[in-house]
Nanobody, 120 residues
Framework: QVQLVESGGGLVQAGGSLILSCVAS????????MGWFRQAPGRERESVAAIRWSDDRTYYADSVKGRITISGDNAKNTVYLQMDSLKPEDTAVYYCAADHDQTRVGYDYWGQGTQVTVSS
């Protein structure tokens, strides 16, 4: 059983920066991959970024490329989302997720989310 807890969200001005953290706890081995998702009011949840630990291969949504960086420490079961040049459209609840089964596409565990609000 794994619990994921996000932190670091808050209210920032447009153009500002935030770093989100996600820590996995409980009985678990290091994940195969971890990712960040977000859901804005009235919109579907969307993928933001992901990282595969074996080779640090990363994926980013087109809307955040160049502004957001995913990184982490798999040994500490921790992943970060560094966000820069934030825009009002980045406002959303951000969720982290962990993939512990590389044989199946998808994530096995999800956090509760942390709110990011970007004011103009």
């Amino acid at each position: 059983q794994v619990q994921l807890v996000e932190s670091g969200g808050g209210l920032v001005q447009a153009g500002g920066s935030l770093i989100l953290s996600c820590v996995a706890s409980g009985r678990t081995l290091s994940s195969y991959a971890m990712g960040w998702f977000r859901q804005a009011p009235g919109r579907e949840r969307e993928s933001v970024a992901a990282i595969r630990w074996s080779d640090d291969r990363t994926y980013y949504a087109d809307s955040v490329k160049g502004r957001i960086t995913i990184s982490g420490d798999n040994a500490k079961n921790t992943v970060y989302l560094q966000m820069d040049s934030l825009k009002p459209e980045d406002t959303a609840v951000y969720y982290c997720a962990a993939d512990h089964d590389q044989t199946r596409v998808g994530y096995d565990y999800w956090g509760q989310g942390t709110q990011v609000t970007v004011s103009s």
